[in-house]
Nanobody
């Protein structure tokens, strides 16, 4: 069993930066592909970024590529999302997710965090 707890959300202005963290509890954190998803009001949850077991591979949605960076620290069982040049359309609840897999995929994650609100508004 893995528990995921996100932190770092808040209210920022367009163009600002914000960093999210997701702390995992439970064994074998390094065996999970980790990812961030987000859900805006009235919209379906969407993929944001993913990172492989040792951080050697990452993938991100076209809408955030070049602005958001995902990283992880296996020693701290934590995954991060650094968000730069934020836009109002980035406003959403951001969720951390974990998938135990031998392939670099986050389809149907095994575990989800409770989410953290990010609001980008002037």
């Amino acid at each position: 069993q893995v528990q995921l707890v996100e932190s770092g959300g808040g209210l920022v202005q367009p163009g600002d930066s914000l960093g999210l963290s997701c702390a995992a509890s439970g064994p074998n954190f390094s065996s999970y592909v980790m990812a961030w998803f987000r859900q805006a009001p009235g919209k379906e949850r969407e993929f944001v970024a993913a990172i492989s077991w040792n951080g050697g591979r990452t993938n991100s949605a076209a809408s955030v590529k070049g602005r958001f960076t995902i990283s992880r620290d296996n020693a701290k069982s934590t995954v991060y999302l650094q968000m730069n040049s934020l836009k109002p359309e980035d406003t959403a609840v951001y969720y951390c997710a974990a998938k135990r897999t031998t392939y670099f995929t986050v389809a149907s994650p095994d575990y989800w965090g409770q989410g953290t609100q990010v609001t980008v508004s002037s």
